[in-house]
């Protein structure tokens, strides 16, 4: 199970990972309302490495990357709480900037992982990654899992949801 830990904790538990020859893999995201989506994606990136660091959006940057009214549903401390209880995640540390650039620079990974919607050259970090001599990922994502399907599901429910 893993941790939540500060910015720096991240980083030196990452260059300690990598003095012991281990692959660093870094993943973000904002990570509302866990769901099969998410873990199928983090247990994909684990396998990427051997250590998976996971960058996970305050509230207040998620509401600067405008995911929708009244997002994020889940606050950030339960969000990062639940990222951090799933099997394939070894640390999680919030950011709070509006990309996770700064997180990148810190913790240096080996293999940094986004889903396949981004194009590489629009990947936030990937200079830092493939500077180092890293690489770029990009996964599929599993269709139909995602949290705003989710939401679009539970709203068009509306009061029948609650029964």
Known sequence: MGRVVGREEAAAAAADARARGLTVVFTNGCFDILHRGHTDYLSRAKALGDVLVVGVNTDRSVREL???????????????????A??????????????????????????????????????????????????VEALEELPGRSTRSIIERILALGPRCLR
């Open 66 to 84: 405008r995911k929708g009214e009244g997002r994020p549903i889940v606050p950030e401390d339960d969000r990062a709480a639940v990222v951090a």
């Open 86 to 135: 799933v099997a394939s995640v070894d640390l999680v540390c919030l950011f709070d900037e509006e990309t996770p650039y700064e997180l990148i620079g810190a913790v240096q990974p080996d293999v940094l992982v986004k889903g396949a919607g981004y194009a590489e050259q629009t990947i936030v970090g990937a200079d830092i990654v493939k500077g180092r001599g890293g690489r």
